[in-house]
């Protein structure tokens, strides 16, 4: 109520990028007063439930509900973040050189679709910057994954550089690893998610993560590809082949969308990726399509258009092992995953199943 009645309207009178950062400043301030995380838990926070959680990957998860990549892009509000529910975080992209990002304007909502469209083109302020910003933390309550890229400059050929450079300088401080090759702001990112190039840049992905284990005498950290929802079924078939015959641990499906289908908001003229309910459905059909291709062996993270239970419900059925938002963070507030994760517990009860774990991949049997 606190969100809907009194902060959104605020918010939502202001450009969106600056309510984007007067969030995330006062997330990151709220994680260094004393006591104010216990507060902010109170009112949004999730009570663990048994139904809901779930070990993947040598991971344990409160829940399966997470936060999206694109909204804390240098980790500096991981603590506010671990105290409003979710059952884990994503922060980034980051690349290994801090970089500007796109022109402003660079964000727009569309307010009657509940979407957003970005084209900020992975601003973030490096590697480094990240990493003194996790190893800062004060808690790490929930799994943190770190989202990586390419700089805009750095030519496609010599991506996987930029990839390696992440990990070398990240893997202590994440639990586990994103693969970013789907976003469309950054240009030419998106091919390599195809043929030999995405062959080449997970191998050198791979070997990385190999390398950075045997160091530490330890076991391999998760690394997961996000994949985008605007491929053919052709496309889909041979990226997802190929990921499956890397050491890739799993697949995000999806990221944000170059479609306009269905959207009434004159910002739908604006270039960049569209996220929010107009994806729900391709999202949830391309999670269908990698569970059937995979056989439900390399566990997904659904993402797309998830502003209820139900919707994440139905990614869960169609092969997602964890989901993620981030849409409706900004269009419902915190108390959205209080209402997602509820509504879970009573999809599980109706579907007689006793964990979340059961329902994976349900609408395959």
Do not use: W
Not at 264 to 270: A, G, M, Q, R, W
Not at 346 to 356: M, P, Q, R
């Amino acid at each position: 109520m606190l969100y809907e009645n009194i902060l959104k309207p605020v918010f939502f009178k202001m450009d969106p990028e600056i309510a984007h950062h007067l969030v995330i400043d006062g997330m990151r301030i709220a994680g260094k007063i004393p006591g104010t995380t216990a507060v902010m838990n109170s009112m949004y926070g999730v009570k663990e439930h048994s139904q809901l959680a779930l070990d993947l990957l040598g991971i344990h998860f409160h829940n399966p509900v997470g936060l999206a990549a694109g909204l804390d892009k240098n980790g500096v509000a991981t603590a506010g973040f671990s105290n409003i529910g979710f059952g884990f975080i994503e922060v980034g992209t980051v690349t290994p050189k801090a970089q500007p990002g796109n022109e402003s304007p660079r964000l727009f909502r569309l307010p009657p679709d509940d979407a957003l469209i970005n084209r900020m083109g992975f601003n973030n302020d490096g590697a480094e910057a990240l990493l003194a910003n996790l190893k800062a933390r004060k808690q790490h309550k929930i799994p943190v994954a770190v989202n990586i890229g390419k700089n805009k400059l750095t030519p496609n050929e010599l991506a996987h550089e930029d990839y390696r450079a992440c990990i070398k300088t990240l893997y202590d401080e994440a639990d586990f690893f994103v693969v970013n090759i789907s976003s469309p702001n950054t240009q030419g990112l998106r091919d390599l998610q195809h043929g030999d190039e995405l062959a080449n840049l997970l191998a050198h992905v791979c070997e990385e993560m190999n390398i950075q284990s045997k160091q530490r005498h330890s076991a391999k950290k998760p690394i997961f590809v996000k994949i985008a929802p605007d491929m053919t079924e052709d496309e889909l078939v041979h990226t997802v082949e190929t990921i499956k015959n890397s050491e890739i641990s799993g697949i995000i499906a999806t990221n944000t969308t170059l479609s306009r289908e269905g959207l009434s908001h004159p910002n739908k003229v604006e270039t960049g990726g569209m996220s929010g309910k107009p994806l729900t459905e391709r999202a949830t059909e391309v999670i269908r399509t990698v569970y059937r291709l995979t056989e439900g062996k390399l566990p997904i993270i659904g993402s797309g258009g998830i502003f209820t239970a139900e919707d994440a419900y139905n990614k869960i059925r169609a092969g997602a092992t964890l989901v993620e938002i981030y849409t409706a963070l900004i269009y419902k507030g915190p108390g959205v995953l209080r209402s997602i994760n509820k509504g879970l517990l009573e999809l599980l009860k109706k579907d007689g199943f006793v964990n979340i774990s059961e329902a994976i991949g349900a609408d395959h049997r």
